[in-house]
């Protein structure tokens, strides 16, 4: 995908690296031997623990509250749950987590851009990876208790999207920050796609409490890694070569000095009152509705409407994230085609790709509400999840188009909002399906998904912009002619004083 800096950078920073690129002496498929690139594989492991850390709730509380046989003294069989939590209790105990994460989306970032993002990025998954292991503990002391510990743990998770960006800021060339993120944040869907059957597996062979343990442990060991190999710069790598350093610093010098900008006053303002801002965060929204209903409930979906065992249940739960993690670099370098080639504009593009995974989204929901078939359902929902990757393509970049310099705070503002339907959806799932083998209530949850990917569609439709907006031009452009005007009037006053030929009076003094 093609990178707003490419497209911002001057002739100078292509210049360096394509020159850097040419006297490359490693070969490019040894990535073990480019720091930047371990960095990343790191990277993308912890973000597949990450998420490992953040669903396995979901396969375990299907094991945690099913109901088993069980053989009293005087011989009756009788069916019991280890814990006989209703479909409500559920919804309070799966949304738990999203309480603490919507909390720490913008101070994530704040917080690396002071002490590091290497710092914050492996604390924000080891304190996780710890709460995990002791989440059998906590479960089987007292409920409340269990509440609390996900809400820390989103807490915690919380900083690690926007802090991961303070290490791309020293560790990724201009040209090489789309593929870099991009191997990084894919391991969100693998992770994803390797929990929910591995949770199943565990689960059925050795207990529910296995899931924590293991990827408990998992985490711990991932962020051992982390800390001894990864640093927050490459002039800290002890292990790095000369000639990767010098690629490195040399491209990102050039940038800084290209690109230097003022010291911008953030508006706030503007970006309430911008249309194309609400675009985005409500598209944002949108598909974060359907993909954390799925996420929290399609296990339960599927062992109580097509009367699945846990295992298939887990595996077939995974499937769509695995489709969302194929589709994802296919949509991206599709939409930068469309744009290389000049057939479409990036407001069209952005539109086209955002509305058209929405629809394609509503239309795959609601037909899974009614095929009733292990395959058939399987296959909309695969869909309807991996076509998201089309909007992702859309709303996800259109930060970078309306208001380069503020994408970041921009990503942060959507987010937060769009973190919301983690904390509603499971816990108004839990009041609308109170029969989990009910396939009326589980409608009414997918007609509901359907129709906020409809609204977001046409809201994203209406008011959507790929053009730099005014309020980004002017703050930038004011504050450049003021600081022109600054410096002019100073080094006139200097010269005056220095002549002795100027001497202020009271007024302007």
Known sequence: MVHPEERMSPNSVKAVQSDETKRAPESTWMFWKMRRYVVALLAFLGFCTSYALRVNLSIAIVAMTEFKNTTLDNGTVIQEREFDWDTKVQGYVLSSFFYGYITTQLIGG???????????????????????????????????????????????????????????????????????????????YIGTVISMPLCSLLASSFGWESIFYCFGTVGII??????????????????????????????????????????????????????????????????????????????????????????????????????????????????????VKGILTTTQVRRTFNCSGFVAQTIFMMTAAYWLHPVGTTFCLTMAVGLGAFAWAGFSINHLDIAPQYASILMGFGNTFATIPGIVSPILTGYIVTDETSISEWRVVFFISSGIYLFGAVFYGTFVSGELQPWAVETQSLKTDFERYEDKNRTSRQTHYENKSFKPDSDYS
């Open 222 to 339: 991932w962020c051992i890694l982390w800390m001894v190999i990864v640093t927050d710069s490459p002039e800290e790598d002890s292990k790095i070569s000369e000639y990767e350093l010098n690629f490195i610093t040399s491209a990102l010098n050039e940038e800084s000095k290209s690109n230097k900008k003022a010291n911008l006053k953030i508006p706030w303002r503007s970006f309430a009152t911008s249309m194309p801002v609400w675009a985005i965060t409500v598209s944002h929204f949108s598909e974060n509705w359907g993909f954390y209903t799925l996420l929290t409930q399609l296990p339960k979906f599927m062992k109580g409407v097509l009367d699945m065992k846990l295992n298939a249940a887990g595996f077939l739960s995974a499937l769509p994230y695995l489709a969302m993690a194929i589709m994802t670099q296919f949509s991206g370098h599709l939409a930068d085609w469309f744009l």
């Open 110 to 188: 704040y917080l690396a851009a002071r002490i590091g993002g290497k710092r914050v990025f492996g604390t924000g998954i080891a304190v996780t990876a710890v709460l995990t292991l002791v989440t059998p503990w906590v479960a089987q002391t007292n409920f409340y208790l269990l509440i609390v510990v996900r809400i820390i743990e989103g807490i915690f998770e919380g900083v690690t999207y926007p802090c991961i960006h303070a290490i791309w800021a020293k560790w990724a060339p201009p040209l090489e920050r789309s593929r870099l993120a991009t191997i990084a944040f894919s391991g969100s």
